[in-house]
């Protein structure tokens, strides 16, 4: 986590924007949001409790769970533009082969969430033949090497094709067609398992998509 903090401190830039700055730097929230993915705590203030106790002083300046929250729902660019800069950083970004596949992203089981849910409009009913289940929610399509080093994705409904992605291969941003939260807590669990290659690709692990450093 130190390296990754570091690498990240040193490419993104300072805000310069008006008005007191944030106590917590944009490199302590990708670092810490990172940290929470590696380690599947899905409860925001659970893993706030967690990281105060098991890690006092490495993020001194932590928010309240509604700050945080926000701070993480705002970085939905950023932490796709850290994840490309990331796997640009490894052996893999350069592979002549590159492979593209999606899966179900369920966002919902109950019909009361599908009426309630801001996600009412854009997710929809599929079935996943791989899975051999019905879901209610989106499509995640993604294109990685096959080390499994993710390039690009996308969050968009069972009406996107496939060929409709590939035709925007050259695209270099995330096209957020849905709302920002979905596509915030996807793009931080593919930053984690970026900075997990990109990990194991600089210390020489012979297995790139290993967890074993961060599992405990």
């Known amino acids: 986590m130190t390296a990754l ?24 929230l990708l670092t810490a949001a990172v940290a929470q993915a590696l380690l599947q705590v899905v409860s925001e203030r659970r893993w706030l409790r967690l990281i105060t106790k098991r890690l006092p002083g490495m993020f001194p300046a932590l928010p309240r ?15 796709t ?65 096959p080390a499994g080093l993710p390039g690009q994705w996308i969050l968009a409904d069972k009406g996107y ?21 979905v596509c915030v807590r996807v793009a931080q669990r593919l930053l984690a398992l970026t900075a997990a290659i990109w990990h194991n690709d600089h210390t020489g692990q012979p297995v790139t998509r290993s967890l074993i450093a961060y599992d405990h």
């Open 5 to 28: 903090y570091v690498w990240i401190d040193d490419r993104v830039p300072r805000r310069r924007a008006t008005g007191r700055p944030p106590v917590l730097s944009d490199a302590e």
């Open 65 to 79: 769970q509604p700050g945080y929250n926000k701070r993480l729902r705002a970085a939905g660019a950023l932490l």
């Open 81 to 145: 533009r850290v994840m490309r800069d990331l796997a640009r950083d490894t052996t893999f970004w350069h592979d002549d082969v590159w492979l593209a596949d999606s899966t179900p992203v369920g966002c919902g089981t109950s019909r009361e969430t599908v009426h309630r849910s801001d996600l009412a409009g854009y997710a929809q009913y599929g079935y996943c033949a791989s899975h051999s289940r019905w879901f209610w929610g989106l499509r995640l399509h993604l294109i990685c090497t």
């Open 161 to 181: 094709q496939r060929r409709e992605f590939a035709h925007q291969l050259t695209d270099h941003g995330l096209q957020l067609l849905i709302p920002a939260g």
